[in-house]
């Protein structure tokens, strides 16, 4: 069964084997593929939840202009101490709302290979 059918219940159309792309109708469809617990975790950043005084702390200090790489992959470290996975990636999500995309993805690079992070 190929992806197309399993994705979508359908065959795909002999326009697809030329690699040939149809204008999509309406809104286009996105497939959130994180856990229910990734969701919730980035709800709570967008709603604004407190992580608790330290690690706010940490999170305005990842947001500050002279943070250097350095400085982010110690608090990567610390952030992976005190909650693993779970707490990076709330942190992430906080300055992923405020920051712009250039400079999460500065973070993402930053936490590599710090904890379970594989961004």
Request: proline share 3%; with cysteine; aromatic share 6%.
């Amino acid at each position: 069964m190929s992806i197309w059918r399993r994705l979508f219940g359908k065959k795909e159309s002999a326009r697809q084997d030329k690699c040939m792309v149809e204008k999509p109708i309406g809104k286009p469809v996105v497939i959130d593929l994180r856990s229910d617990k990734g969701r919730q975790i980035e709800g709570d950043a967008r709603a604004g939840k407190s992580l608790g005084p330290d690690v706010d702390h940490l999170v305005a200090e990842l947001l500050k202009e002279d943070c250097t790489r350095i400085r982010a992959c110690e608090i990567g470290e610390a952030l992976n101490e005190r909650g693993g996975i779970d707490l990076m990636r709330a942190a992430y999500y906080r300055v992923r709302i405020v920051a712009l995309p250039g400079e999460a993805r500065s973070l993402e690079r930053a936490w590599e290979g710090i904890g379970d992070w594989r961004e």
